[in-house]
């Protein structure tokens, strides 16, 4: 099934670390961006350790391509002050769009600890970033449940504190059981959240990798998914093949179901992210010269 026409995309990238890691993060931008996504997201690192770089990042992206970025911004170890300064430096620099979160902690083992002149968590940051400018705001949500919250109906309840604040969509960690996402929007809406719920995509370029992410996340690597890969560590060619086939049977079961915008964690890898759109019937946009 061909639902090209039908989707809309978004794609993920992290701030490079090296002049190597930032010509491939190019590489990446390039490959993508004739599928004209809705938009383009830059991470921040923990304790706001790359903002440097995803500002860099950001504005690069807004300069030299026709994309449309989002910076991703976080709580975490940085003043209300500190947080509002860079808010304004994007939105003087033409940045409209920001994904708002709570952000991880710099010491996992630690546990997450608010800075004392910082904002608390997401809605609060989401509440302060609307003061500065009307941007749009893209907040987290976790069909599964956030690894720290106290149940599934707090979890809840912070979502919708995170949209009374002035979030505008909700992206979701990645899910691999369709089933998950579909039984969380139905509890979304039941809730009065009304804004797009925006599931959250990510190709399996390491199965390991995965597994290992999907631990610090609390999402669930289901057996089918691990007996799908079993056998493929040495196979990269295999792996690909099976993973832009996971990817692209999963949009397609959520767009049967009403699904139609998806968030692509790209992991600044081009290759695996527009074989699935390709899939999904996506086509290059054609710039006239």
């Given at each position: 099934m061909s639902i090209g026409a039908g989707i809309g995309v978004s794609f993920e990238f992290f701030p490079p670390r090296t002049p190597e890691m930032e010509e491939a993060l190019w590489r990446a931008v390039k490959r993508l961006e004739p599928l004209d996504p809705r938009f383009v997201s830059?991470?921040?690192?923990?304790?706001?350790?790359?903002?440097?770089?995803?500002?860099?990042?950001?504005?690069?992206?807004?300069?030299?391509?026709?994309?449309?970025?989002?910076?991703?911004?976080?709580?975490?170890?940085?003043?209300r002050e500190e947080v509002d300064a860079v808010a304004?430096?994007?939105?003087?620099?033409?940045?409209?769009?920001?994904?708002?979160?709570?952000?991880?902690?710099?010491?996992?083992?630690?546990?997450y600890q608010a800075h004392p002149q910082?904002?608390?968590?997401?809605?609060?940051?989401?509440?302060?970033?609307?003061?500065?400018?009307?941007?749009?705001i893209s907040a987290a949500a976790y069909p599964e449940i956030h690894p720290e919250a106290t149940g599934s109906q707090a979890d809840l309840d912070n979502l919708k504190r995170k949209v009374d604040a002035g979030a505008t969509r909700a992206i979701t960690q990645f899910f691999f059981n369709v089933e998950d996402f579909l039984r969380f929007r139905d509890r979304v809406r039941m809730a009065?959240?009304?804004?797009?719920?925006?599931?959250?995509?990510?190709?399996?370029?390491?199965?390991?990798?995965?597994?290992?992410?999907?631990?610090?996340?609390?999402?669930?690597?289901?057996?089918?998914?691990?007996?799908?890969?079993?056998?493929?560590?040495?196979?990269?060619?295999?792996?690909?093949?099976?993973?832009?086939?996971?990817?692209?049977?999963?949009?397609?079961?959520?767009?049967?179901?009403?699904?139609s915008d998806f968030h692509f964690y790209t992991l600044n890898r081009a290759d695996l992210t527009y074989a699935i759109c390709h899939m999904l019937g996506l086509r290059p946009r054609i710039v006239a010269p």
């Open positions: 830059v991470t921040y690192g923990a304790g706001g350790s790359t903002r440097e770089r995803t500002h860099a990042t950001v504005i690069r992206i807004l300069r030299e391509t026709r994309l449309l970025p989002a910076a991703h911004l976080t709580c975490v170890g940085a003043s304004r430096e994007y939105w003087d620099a033409g940045i409209r769009h920001l994904v708002a979160l709570r952000g991880d902690p710099v010491d996992p083992k630690a546990g910082g904002y608390p968590y997401a809605a609060d940051l989401i509440a302060g970033l609307k003061r500065i400018g009307d941007f749009d009065g959240i009304d804004v797009p719920l925006v599931p959250g995509i990510l190709p399996v370029t390491n199965f390991r990798q995965v597994v290992r992410f999907a631990g610090l996340c609390g999402a669930s690597v289901p057996a089918w998914l691990a007996h799908d890969f079993e056998g493929l560590d040495d196979d990269p060619e295999t792996r690909k093949l099976v993973a832009a086939t996971v990817a692209a049977d999963q949009c397609r079961r959520l767009f049967s179901e009403g699904v």
